[in-house]
């Protein structure tokens, strides 16, 4: 090699080198700021969260200065514009609700995930997996409006006691948008199941019948039950189908063919300007709000603990 060629290789590396050295020192200055960022973004989740519990609680504890917490929490009548404040007429109402949801979003949300899962094949899935989870881009005003014009007329002709406004054709349908949610997290634990599973219980002679039922099932049913409970969850906090097509008559009843109002139906009514603000009515929503928020947090809770408690490793 000529020491021409030679002394344009060693510029050349030369220059490499200290192209190199540059690049490296812009990377880990972005190896110390994305880090920073991220703590960053944690830090405003968590503030956020806690100016949001402190406007909770704050105005819920102004209502329990003119309201006796014992009677908001055990009385049956609410009644605001009487001074009546049993909470327990609207935990009804949305208990009666989710209950409706739950029997409807269960069984076609856990055998959709099954067929999916276990029947369906790659060109299917393909298909239906989003047809399926457009459901869940639905607006829930839509929702409302298909309960009250649609499902409510269906069940009058089969039922003609039924109230125009019902907790029954509210929760039919809370249930229709919950169960994309429920088919999808199913679905996703059941397709985490090692195939060597399934392939081990069929070599033993089992249909796939009974492998889905006795091999898989049991194996997914971590994930299976903490979607339960996350539906449930979405269930208590829904607003706009309850507050469209159940009604506002807060009733201490198990009946779904009467007119009810759950917890964030009432917040909607009040929220809409039933109220002046600074009245007790007005402070009575972060009351109510406030139980709400508890009753979502031990779903939560629970959805974490059992999927940390039967979760299996793989």
Same mark, same amino acid.
């Given at each position: 090699m000529s020491s021409t060629s030679k002394q344009m290789n060693e510029k050349s590396v030369g220059a490499i080198i200290e192209e190199n050295r540059k690049n490296r020192g812009s990377l880990m200055f972005i190896e110390k700021l994305v880090p920073k960022l991220l703590l960053l973004a944690s830090i405003i989740s968590v503030l956020v969260t806690v100016g949001i519990l402190y406007t909770l609680l704050s105005e819920a504890f102004t209502f329990f200065d003119q309201v006796n917490f014992f009677? !908001? $929490? +055990? *009385?049956?009548?609410?009644?605001?514009w009487q001074g009546e404040f049993g909470i327990m007429g609207l935990v009804s109402g949305t208990l009666l609700i989710t209950v409706i949801a739950m029997l409807v979003a269960i069984p076609i949300g856990v055998a959709s995930a099954v067929f999916l899962s276990e029947y369906a094949s790659d060109k299917w899935r393909r298909i239906l997996k989003p047809l399926l989870e457009v459901l869940a881009g639905v607006p829930t005003v839509v929702y409302g409006f298909f309960a009250l014009t649609f499902v409510t007329p269906v069940l009058q +002709? #089969? $039922?003609?006691? =039924? +109230? !125009? !406004?019902? %907790? =029954? +054709? %509210? *929760? #039919?349908?809370? *249930? #229709?948008?919950?169960?994309p949610m429920i088919a999808s997290l199913t679905e996703d634990a059941m397709s985490a199941v090692p195939n060597t599973m399934r392939q081990g219980a069929m070599a033993l002679g089992a249909t796939r019948l009974e492998t889905t039922f006795k091999v898989v099932l049991p194996a997914s049913l971590s994930g299976i039950v903490a979607s339960f409970a996350l539906g449930i969850s979405r269930a208590i906090g829904e607003t706009m #189908?309850? %507050? $469209?097509? %159940? *009604?506002?008559?807060?009733?201490f009843t198990m009946d779904p063919t009467q007119s009810i109002q759950t917890m964030t139906g009432y917040i909607v009514q009040v929220a809409k300007g039933d109220a002046g603000f600074g009245s007790t009515i007005y402070y009575s929503i972060y009351a109510v709000g406030a139980t709400l928020f508890v009753f979502t947090l031990v779903m939560n809770l629970i959805a974490q603990y059992i999927s940390r408690r039967y979760r299996e490793e793989y």
């Open positions: 009677s !908001f $929490i +055990s *009385g049956t009548y609410w009644n605001p +002709s #089969i $039922i003609p006691r =039924l +109230s !125009f !406004f019902n %907790a =029954l +054709s %509210a *929760g #039919i349908v809370v *249930g #229709i948008m919950i169960v #189908i309850v %507050a $469209i097509a %159940a *009604g506002a008559t807060p009733k």
